[in-house]
């Protein structure tokens, strides 16, 4: 797993974003694929999941991670839940020591979130949908619910698709220009007539700092690009490959 070295610097706390290495799934999901919404062997996914939460430094049977909806839903963890029935949320956050909680991506950022003062936590799922939709500010919001302060959350996100391989379409930019022109920053002319290039990771890092966090970073890693490390849901719609796996991305408290 790869980490943080902003987030290395605290003690009692233990992250890593994930790579597809290190699993036991084979073919397109090779290795670390803990997506139980891809068509992978159940009991592989299981398998990988519980390595996720060792590696993570709690209990196989202690990662919360949600069904995601590409929401700005945020759910609070007391207990983790079974494998694949967790809330719809595209967030989840905890004070609670021995849960990992996590969120799964394969294009989308993955945000990681520590007040280390006030020993909580969190992951949120953040897309374009998401992020656009509020999630960050509904995730900082949620942790502040549980004594968190603003000012001291650090905020990092992992593996995300990068401006050099995002290509939308006019429509995309007219909503983010009409949200707040000045969204145009984020954008960049594409080859193609008419389509521009968008700054996910930019524009995550962007509303974090407007929403008041302490520290927020990009590690700079880009999941379409680096395929020998992570999995990209646009890399297999480009190859026209069936499916693809999903990467984990989680935070825990030590006990």
Known sequence: MIRSETLDRFGGIRHGFFTREGGVSTG?????????GSNDDRAAVTENRGR???????????????????????AIVDEPWAAGEGPRADAVVTNRPGVAVAV???????????????????AAHSGWKGAFGGVIEATLTTMETLGAERSRIVAVLGPTISKAAYEVGPEFVARFEAADPANARFFSASTRDGHAMF????????????AGVGSAEWLGLCTYGEEAQFFSYRRMTHRGEPDYGRLASGIALAD
């Open 28 to 36: 397109l999901y090779d290795s670390l694929n803990i997506g139980f």
């Open 52 to 74: 996720v939460a060792e590696a993570l430094g709690v209990a196989r049977g202690r990662l919360a991670m949600p069904f995601q909806i590409h929401s700005a839903d945020v």
């Open 104 to 122: 799964s991506t394969a294009d989308c950022g993955p945000i990681l979130f520590a007040d280390p003062a006030a020993r909580v936590i969190g």
């Open 199 to 210: 700054d996910l990771p930019g524009y995550v890092v962007s509303r974090l700092q407007a």
